[in-house]
T-cell receptor, first 116, second 113 residues
Framework: GAGVSQSPRYKVTKRGQDVALRCDPI?????LYWYRQALGQGPEFLTY????????KSGLPNDRFSAERPEGSISTLTIQRTEQRDSAMYRC??????????????FGPGTRLTVT | QKEVEQDPGPLSVPEGAIVSLNCTYS??????FMWYRQYSRKGPELLMY????GNKEDGRFTAQVDKSSKYISLFIRDSQPSDSATYLC?????????????FGTGTRLQVTL
């Protein structure tokens, strides 16, 4: 079946603009995760959802970052008033059940965000 | 200091060599340990998962966890050019039940013919 998909794959925006990044998880997966990955670094946790409930948002850098998953499927990560330091690869992952029984997270291809 | 430290490499080995990849960590609450492989321009994919201490073997891959030393390893036997990728260790605590992963920086491995 289809894996995790993300759109757009590439996004170039001007400083100060808002951006919305979309993640479509594997069908039926309960849990959805957002990470940010800088070049040459491992993914850095941002937030995660079980169904539509945001369980942990401790990794969001500041209040310009928000995420939602209103129907427990597709999720949107929104960055308001973008800054150059927001430039990175944003990755989404999903897992079947969440918690340790669904420990395997399947990652999407990522959205490369460039803020000019 | 980062919670998880990993030598970024690059590590270059000839085909057929045994590869040893390592991570150290500082958070004693980590109980779940994973190794992900990431090919260029792709997302990470899970290779191995280990709970608490001990060894786990899967084909050419062996994962080891030494919680007393806060040290984990991934061994690759009979390395192949197709193993060339970045290897990321990832960890999680019982509290977060493997939902919140803390990754190392990744080690870039190149297996040459």
């Amino acid at each position: 079946g289809a894996g995790v998909s993300q759109s757009p794959r590439y996004k170039v925006t001007k400083r100060g603009q808002d951006v919305a990044l979309r993640c479509d998880p594997i069908s039926g997966h309960v849990s959805l995760y957002w990470y940010r990955q800088a070049l040459g670094q491992g993914p850095e946790f941002l937030t995660y959802f079980n169904y539509e409930a945001q369980q942990d948002k401790s990794g969001l850098p500041n209040d310009r970052f928000s995420a939602e998953r209103p129907e427990g499927s597709i999720s949107t990560l929104t960055i308001q008033r973008t800054e150059q330091r927001d430039s990175a690869m944003y990755r989404c992952a999903s897992s079947s059940t969440g918690g340790i029984e669904g420990y395997e997270q399947y990652f999407g291809p990522g959205t490369r965000l460039t803020v000019t | 200091q980062k919670e998880v430290e990993q030598d970024p490499g690059p590590l270059s080995v000839p085909e057929g060599a045994i590869v040893s990849l390592n991570c150290t960590y500082s958070n004693s609450a980590f109980q779940y340990f994973m190794w992900y492989r990431q090919y260029s321009r792709k997302g990470p994919e899970l290779l191995m998962y280990t709970y608490s201490s001990g060894n786990k073997e899967d084909g050419r891959f062996t994962a080891q966890v030494d919680k007393s030393s806060k040290y984990i390893s991934l061994f690759i036997r009979d390395s192949q050019p197709s193993d060339s990728a970045t290897y990321l260790c990832a960890m999680s605590s019982v509290e977060t039940a493997a939902s919140k992963l803390t990754f190392g920086t990744g080690t870039r491995l190149q297996v040459t013919l």
